[in-house]
């Protein structure tokens, strides 16, 4: 089975922190994606990586950056922290071929305040 | 018009009747649809995935794809209590941008 851990459920930062998510995933997979999910907006995608070191913006990139130093880890970075940042946070892998599921973890829930 | 159309309920059915899930979509691209469950305040799990147009089944859970209509359904046999959660179609056209075109969620309570 596919597991995409997050370093932590739940996060209570204040305004102006820098932030660090981590995500770790254990199946070699190529792609991960970083995404954040608010009440009636769904799923939005902030950063994906399609190989170490690579990464592409995605819908919503402002006041985030990413990092990926190895194959299994990526890494989320709210530069400056702020309250319209409070949202649940998750990660996901995808294979580079074959089939295009992705896989996720359980989420980071991070309150700003 | 948006790419993917879910209805967000909230749907709520008794324990024991089939729920039928639906998205449509305009990109005659995708290929590839997936449905994911989603507890709350859990990650989003794979549930069903599916290439092109059929069904698949899997236990009392069965993916159905109608390309020529844009429209994808689950339907749910004989739910449970345990089923309620938030359901999230998924698509992908397999032109190798690897990000997934998701609906935003129905709520489904399967009251016992």
């Known amino acids: 089975d596919v597991k995409v851990t997050q370093s932590s459920r739940y996060l209570v930062k204040r305004t102006g922190e820098k932030v660090f998510l981590e995500c770790v995933q254990d199946m070699d997979h190529e792609n991960m994606f970083w995404y954040r999910q608010d009440p009636g907006l769904g799923l939005r995608l902030i950063y994906f990586s399609y190989d170490v070191k690579m990464k592409e913006k995605g819908d919503i990139p402002e006041g985030y950056s990413v990092s990926r130093e190895k194959k299994e880890r990526f890494s989320l970075i709210l530069e400056s922290a702020s309250t319209n940042q409070t949202s649940m946070y998750l990660c996901?892998?995808?294979?580079?071929?074959?089939?295009?599921?992705?896989?996720f973890g359980p989420g980071t829930r991070l309150t700003v305040t | 018009q948006k790419e993917v159309e879910q209805d967000p309920g909230p749907l709520s059915v008794p324990e024991g009747a089939i729920v039928s899930l639906n998205c449509t979509y305009s990109n005659s691209a995708f290929q590839y649809f997936m449905w994911y469950r989603q507890y709350s305040r859990k990650g989003p799990e794979l549930l069903m995935y599916?290439?092109?147009?059929g069904n698949k089944e899997d236990g009392r859970f069965t993916a159905q794809v109608d390309k020529s209509s844009k429209y994808i359904s689950l339907f749910i046999r004989d739910s449970q209590p345990s089923d309620s959660a938030t359901y999230l179609c998924a698509m992908d056209s397999g032109a190798g941008s690897y990000q997934l075109t998701f609906g935003k969620g129905t709520k489904l309570s399967v009251i016992p």
């Open positions: 599916t290439y092109s147009s």
């Open positions: 996901a892998s995808s294979p580079w071929t074959g089939t295009y599921e992705q896989y």
